[in-house]
């Protein structure tokens, strides 16, 4: 389970399953937003993906190794909704069933798109760590499957993205990576390593689900009593301690971001490239704004994770007066 170095045979062994199901993303400088970062930013956008969001390239990877394991034909996990779309999109496509535990209040648009792509869902708690106790609760009681949040064969899923970003761009400086539980980062350290770059990796997190930038900080596991935050990606409150430890040794900081700077982000997204970005997906150019002085003049590059956002939320934070 710890060990979550990848060489670059075994990125591609992931990649070239990955890519019978979808196709590698784009990275894109978009102009108007590099001016307003004072900065040359390529923007990975795991938003294109067919589920909107980073997590499939991991569901994909995991469950081709692991079907074979399974002893009945269910597998159960715990999500916000773009882990469950990634468990609902990758067991389909090996003919499992899925039963996906979420917290409530969950997103809308995220439940309805993970009941498109048949999955059963399950409300239970008022968090994701709450829900994921259930979930193994579920697993237990039938004997079914757990689909896990964070393992090595999602890491080496969905670092297939950091593969294409760092070896399309050439000279990166930085590159922002969202934290949720940590498959990504961990993803684009392992990604860096394997390609022999030192491009500098910096951490994102929501300002009201700091538990990964509080453990940073101390240099050991930080839990918080809630993560209460626009970007549902990123609200966890229990770190991974596997993963923790892995971005304790590989990124260079973490950087908080408000509630506010999230969703000046998603609008700066919609004016100066067209594309809907979620709460988690935004909060790279979030970071980024919030260090445009440290990084002015510098190639960089920002992971769009996702653009999984309910209608109702985007409507309010594009009707704004700040653009």
Known sequence: ?????????????????IYR???????????????????????????HLPTGAFKVRGGLW????????????????????????????????????SILVIPHGNSLAKNQAMKALGATLIEYGKDFNEAMDHAKLIADEQGYTMFPSFHPLLVQGV?????????????????????????????????????????????????????????????????????????????????????????LGGVDRIVTVSEKEIEDAIRFYFTDTHNVAEGAGACTLAALLQEKNRMAGNRVGLILSGGNIDCALYARIIDQDSF
């Open 1 to 17: 389970m710890e060990d979550l170095d990848f060489s670059l045979t075994d990125f591609d062994a992931a990649a070239a399953l």
């Open 21 to 47: 199901h979808l196709s590698p993303t784009p990275q894109i400088v978009w102009p108007i937003l590099s001016e307003r970062c004072g900065c040359e930013v390529w923007v990975k956008h795991e938003n």
């Open 62 to 97: 995991y469950i081709a190794n692991t079907r074979d394991a399974n002893p009945k034909s269910t597998v159960v996990a715990a999500t916000r909704g773009n882990h469950g779309q990634s468990v609902a999109f990758a067991t389909r496509s090996e003919g499992l069933s």
């Open 159 to 247: 670092g297939t993205y950091s593969i294409e970003l760092l070896s399309h761009v050439n000279n990166l400086h930085t590159v922002y990576v969202p934290i949720g539980l940590g498959s990504g980062i961990c993803g684009m350290i392992a990604a860096r390593k394997a390609l022999g770059l030192s491009v500098h990796i910096v951490g994102v997190v929501a300002e009201h689900a700091p538990a990964y930038a509080l453990s940073f900080q101390a240099g050991t596991l930080r839990q918080t009593d809630s993560a209460e935050t626009m970007a549902d990606g990123l609200a966890v409150r229990i770190p991974n301690e596997i993963a923790l430890n892995r971005i």
